[in-house]
């Protein structure tokens, strides 16, 4: 049966929308894949965009001829032999653009109904449920329209709306503007401090992908469990330097049973080569022992990938727990204990690299695979 989004929903992207009939079945997969390609490009170019500026582009066209040289990168092979812009595409004059047939999500046109709220607010609000597979720019004139994610992967979904991608994770009513950004909505207040100018690249820089502060408790049913007492900024913890400064929170059936949203997924670009990662992970919930909460897939240049399980007593242990005598993970070590009156331990896993003269490109984080939760604090690597 057909599911019906929100009419706001579809109105703020995809009004007046072509027929995939009328643009897309040309049959040409090099045409599709060079456009994969283009967004790949695209993507690197707003990453050293950010870099430069410390925010996103306000538009693709921001990206030439700074960042991006070649401007035939921003048009898709197939619109341009169509000679289709990004309205024809998407039929919204707002989100026009006639350097480019690419649809870019993270602009600041405003969201209807949401007074002072932009697309880029709506988009901001969506990966706090979904992560870094929430797009950043599509390309909508195939028959299966091309997904650019915010970390940086590329994927094609059946539908023009690429949410219904993501139903089997979270309601889809719940990524609508109606819905997050309604001013009745309860919103998680996060404090990230900046990042210290002396962090390197071995310090992984986490900062887009913060969904909880350190200091206020994240999880409505445990007031109390915070880590308002883990000393911050760059940090060294059995003998690694961290950069902390905030939470990334994965999901859980027994977290959305308490009405708390979290991604399950986020893809972190690491564009580094190292010995070692060490990541600074805990969990809010414990669950019995050998209970997996997700995975860490680390992402080859060369395309390989290598699968760290992250099991409760192995990988990962219980940050808060009223027992004394609590196991603690057999496959990590004990990174930090907050002291007396305040609780709470985060727990150091070390990855050693098989394979160190092939640089990382990123890292998959998966989460909601059971009942058990994990979280990520920061990651170091070592070179």
């Known amino acids: 049966m057909a599911m019906c989004l929100p009419a706001a929903f579809i109105g703020l ?10 643009l897309g079945q040309s049959g040409d997969n090099g045409d599709k894949e060079l456009c994969k390609r283009n967004l790949r490009l695209v993507y690197d170019a707003i990453q050293a965009y950010r870099q430069a500026n410390k925010d996103l582009p306000d538009s693709l066209s921001e990206l030439f001829p700074k960042y991006l040289a070649d401007p035939n990168l921003l048009i898709c092979p ?8 990004s309205i024809a595409a998407t039929g919204r004059q707002g989100f026009s653009d006639p350097r480019t047939s690419y649809f870019y999500e ?5 969201v209807q109904d949401a007074p002072g709220r932009s697309n880029r607010d709506w988009k901001s609000a969506q990966m706090g449920l979904l992560g870094s597979v929430v797009p950043i720019a599509r390309c909508l004139v195939h028959d299966r329209p091309i997904n650019l994610s915010f970390g940086g992967d590329v994927y094609e979904t059946d539908k023009l709306e690429w949410e219904y991608k993501f139903t089997n994770v979270v309601d889809l009513t719940h990524l609508s503007p109606e819905y997050l950004l309604a ?6 207040v996060i404090e990230i401090r900046p990042r210290d100018p002396a962090a390197t690249a071995g310090q992984v820089d986490l900062s887009d992908f913060y969904n909880a502060s350190l200091t206020r408790a994240w ?3 445990e007031p109390t469990h915070n880590l308002a007492s883990l000393p911050t900024g760059l940090r060294e913890l059995n003998g690694i330097r961290f950069d902390i400064r905030g939470v990334i929170q994965f999901s859980s059936p027994a977290l959305a049973q308490l009405g708390e949203s979290f991604p399950g997924h986020v893809t972190i670009p690491l564009a580094l080569s ?4 060490h990541f600074l992970v805990g969990t809010s919930l414990a669950e019995k022992e050998g209970t997996q909460a997700g995975r860490f897939d680390i992402r080859f ?5 290598e699968a760290i399980a992250l099991r409760m007593g192995r990988e990962l242990g219980a940050t808060w727990t009223s027992s004394k005598n609590a196991a603690r993970p057999t496959a990590a070590g004990l990174a930090w204990q907050a002291q007396p009156p305040n609780t709470g331990e985060l727990f150091e896993l070390t990855w050693t690299n098989s394979r160190p003269a092939v640089s990382l ?23």
């Open 301 to 305: 240049a060369d395309g390989q990938t």
């Open 13 to 22: 992207v995809l009004v007046a929308a072509p027929d995939p009939s009328d």
């Open 274 to 277: 190292c010995q070692q990662l």
């Open 78 to 85: 197939t619109a341009k032999k169509r000679g289709l812009t």
């Open 219 to 221: 999880v409505a049913r």
């Open 361 to 383: 490109r990123y890292l998959d984080c998966n989460g909601g695979m059971n009942t058990q939760d994990f979280f990520l604090v920061a990651i170091s690597a070592t070179p």
């Open 183 to 188: 001013p009745t909505n309860t919103v998680r």
């Open 106 to 110: 993270f602009s600041k046109v405003p």
